[in-house]
């Protein structure tokens, strides 16, 4: 019988593997892809998408019809839960699939627990394709009203939700709404003060509240609650208070990092099952914590193909180099962006130019592999 390669998740970390699916099938191995769409949203364009500024053609990779073109299954499912005993993947659709090489890159989710009752009009800046569903719905409200939108969280994706609402309502609404950011300690406070600098004063300029030194306790429809015992009433809510990883492994008893990540040793492989590979937000790097940046699982790309490859052939596995430190480019929205590498950052259109560079060429390589 031929040899199973399945794949869960259809991620950032298994593009080069997508892209050479064909090298598999021409070895003779079966391969199948299980992911709950048909696409796969780049995030790093993912605020640019909400402000209109990219379209969802523009970000997003066709996963099933690159799949399917070179021969594989695409099965459209979530995986729930592993058993590597009998190599099992057990779907949310009640169906199953048994491999003899599993690679996961199942991301990770913005958990929800702040939130109390009805989930109406309160979005999570993950997956990417809810910042559609947001879009449409800001869009309608601020065709009518004047509204207020909330957004929880202090990080780099809470700063570019808040930049890229501005330029939504600038360009598409009558009524510009009120931006509130709820950033918990401060703002962007894991970043130089450089850079936070550039953060508060792109904000402030354009008007956009910042509220810190105060920790968002409960979050319904319509109502932000802080521990300090304020509230605040937001129309919209986003939720963007940092992620975790997906939790299939730790809900499998697969060993898991501090984080609930597969844990993973340099071959990108689980510590205690060698058929198991794993890349993206989804692992916990045994020999290091890596930040939970796509920057990473694009950088493990040839590493899981090549040894994904390796395991099935029986040869030797390669072992992955997370590489120094990287380069971040934040989406202000107006046309402006903050870089930031080592000691090198500034801000402006030029930064924002860079980055619309380097994310338009990515995503080409990968638009590519549709034809
Ligand atoms: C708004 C925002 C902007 C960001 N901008 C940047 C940036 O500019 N640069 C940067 O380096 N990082 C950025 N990040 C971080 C970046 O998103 C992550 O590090 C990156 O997405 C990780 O890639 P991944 O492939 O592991 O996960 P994901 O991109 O989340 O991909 C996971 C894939 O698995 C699928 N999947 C999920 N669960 C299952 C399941 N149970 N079964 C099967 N399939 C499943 C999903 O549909 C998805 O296709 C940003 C994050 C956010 C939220």
Redesign the pocket.
């Given at each position: 019988m031929k040899k199973h390669l399945v794949l869960?998740?259809?991620?950032?970390?298994?593009m080069v593997t997508l892209k050479n699916l064909h090298a598999f099938i021409d070895k003779g191995y079966k391969v199948t892809v299980?992911?709950?769409?048909h696409?796969?949203?780049?995030?790093?364009?993912?605020?640019g998408m909400l402000s209109r500024t990219y379209s969802p053609d523009d970000i997003r990779f066709a996963?099933e019809h690159v799949v399917t073109k070179q021969g594989g299954n695409f099965v459209l499912?979530?995986?729930?839960k592993i058993e590597p005993s009998s190599r099992t993947v057990y779907?949310?659709s009640g169906d199953t699939i048994t491999y003899d090489v599993l690679s996961?890159?199942?991301?990770?989710?913005?958990p929800w627990d702040k939130v109390a009752g009805d989930r109406t009009d309160i979005f999570s800046?993950?997956?990417?394709?809810t910042?559609l569903a947001a879009q449409k719905r800001i869009v309608q409200l601020i065709g009518q009203k004047k509204i207020t939108i909330g957004i929880v969280g202090g990080g780099?994706?809470s700063l570019?939700?808040a930049g890229n609402i501005w330029k939504l309502a600038k360009d598409n609404g009558k009524f510009q709404p009120t931006i509130q950011i709820f950033a918990g300690s401060e703002l962007m406070s894991r970043f130089h003060e450089k850079i936070r600098k550039m953060a508060y004063r792109s904000l402030r300029k354009r008007n956009i509240d910042i509220i810190e030194h105060d920790y968002a306790k409960e979050i319904s429809t319509g109502q932000i609650s802080l521990e300090s015992g304020k509230r605040y009433a937001a129309d919209i809510i986003f939720l963007?208070v940092g992620?975790k990883p997906?939790t299939?492994f730790k809900d499998s008893g697969l060993p898991t990092g501090p984080d609930d990540g597969l844990l993973v040793n340099k071959f990108l492989q689980s510590v205690e099952h060698p058929e198991i590979f794993g890349?993206?937000?989804?692992?916990y790097f045994q020999d290091q914590p890596l930040?939970?940046?796509?920057?990473?699982?694009?950088r493990e790309n040839p590493v899981l193909f090549y040894n994904l490859m390796a395991t099935l052939d029986g040869t030797e596995l390669q072992e992955f180099d997370p590489g120094g430190s990287?380069l971040?480019?934040?989406?202000l929205g107006d046309g402006k962006g903050i870089l930031g590498k080592n000691s090198l950052m500034f801000g402006g259109r030029l930064a924002f130019m860079i980055?619309d560079y380097i994310?338009r060429k990515f995503m080409r390589e990968f638009h590519e592999m549709e034809k």
């Open positions: 869960v998740g259809g991620g950032h970390a298994h299980v992911g709950p769409s696409y796969h949203y780049y995030s790093g364009m993912g605020p996963t499912d979530k995986a729930v779907l949310e996961c890159n199942a991301g990770s989710y913005v800046v993950k997956p990417i394709e910042l780099p994706s570019e939700i963007a992620v997906a299939i890349g993206g937000d989804c692992i930040d939970k940046v796509g920057v990473y699982a694009v990287y971040l480019i934040f989406n980055k994310d």
